[in-house]
């Protein structure tokens, strides 16, 4: 069976969210473990068993519908066809027993949804996605105003260990001053960044109240999940939000 965990955040009744870890999978080194990426290197069949693995263990009736990652502020709507794979960095749905999901190693995964439980999304945000409105774009999906809706904050790589130069810090500080308090100096003479702290700050002044989540530090759990600042060659763990269906809809 496939490893993971339940988010702890109060989703509305038939929301469910879910996140991967390393553990278990048929993965050999280095991507040893659960690794649901095909795009790293391991074996495209060991990929597909532990996404079949996956699969069956949120009993799911429809396939996850993975997307083409490449750090984009783009939100997919699903679902899409198996020919059409878009090039997203996010994912919004409004349809019954589709799974929204993103992968990462490091990067931000941020889970959203609404009080009356009829849409939901996932996103993928590292430092260029956040920078460039990662956030902003998965809130606009919805219909809700951005006070209705509820978020919650996946592992990431934590701020003690994501050290990043000035081109970093002044992305963030050049559209908004106040970013200057998610970045502590280094002992390199560069900055540790906090993208979680950034996360909620955006989300918050997007009107965003209800933010849950947070606090795993990505590169330094080894046991729990990949970390592609810790090992360059290395899997992905996906984090998944998606609405049950109801009884006879399957």
């Known amino acids: 069976m496939s490893s993971g965990f339940e988010p702890d955040w ?25 690794n649901l990426a095909t795009h790293v290197g391991d074996r495209e069949g060991d990929v597909m068993v532990n996404r079949e693995a996956l699969q069956q263990q949120l009993a799911l009736s429809s396939p996850i519908q ?3 990652q ?5 939100v997919a709507r699903l679902p ?8 997203a960095d996010g994912a919004w749905s409004d349809q019954a027993g589709v799974a929204c999901a993103v ?13 009356g439980g009829k849409a939901v999304a996932a996103l993928h945000a590292g430092w260029r996605g956040l920078s460039a409105g990662m956030i902003q774009q998965g809130v606009a999906n919805f219909h809700q105003p951005a ?15 994501y050290e990043v130069g000035d081109e970093v810090r002044s992305c963030f500080i050049d559209q908004n001053p106040e970013a200057e308090h998610h970045f502590i100096p280094s002992e390199g003479g560069n900055w540790l960044a906090s993208m979680e702290g950034l996360a909620r700050q955006q989300l918050q002044q997007l009107g965003v109240k ?15 999940f990949f970390s592609y600042r810790r090992r360059a060659v290395t899997g992905r763990f996906a984090t998944l939000i998606w609405i049950e269906e109801q009884e006879g809809e399957a």
């Open 10 to 34: 109060p989703t509305p009744g038939g929301v469910r969210s879910w996140v991967t870890t390393r553990t278990d999978g048929v993965s050999q080194s280095p991507y040893q473990g659960l």
């Open 70 to 74: 490449l750090h984009s502020t783009i």
């Open 103 to 115: 992968l990462s190693a490091d990067c931000l995964p941020i889970l959203l949804t609404e009080p």
């Open 210 to 224: 209800a933010i849950y989540g947070g606090g795993w530090d990505t590169y330094s759990d080894q046991e729990q």
């Open 147 to 161: 006070d209705q809706l509820i978020a919650w904050l996946g592992p990431a790589i934590g701020q003690s260990s």
């Open 66 to 68: 993975w997307l083409n």
């Open 80 to 87: 899409f066809t198996a020919a059409s794979i878009p090039v």
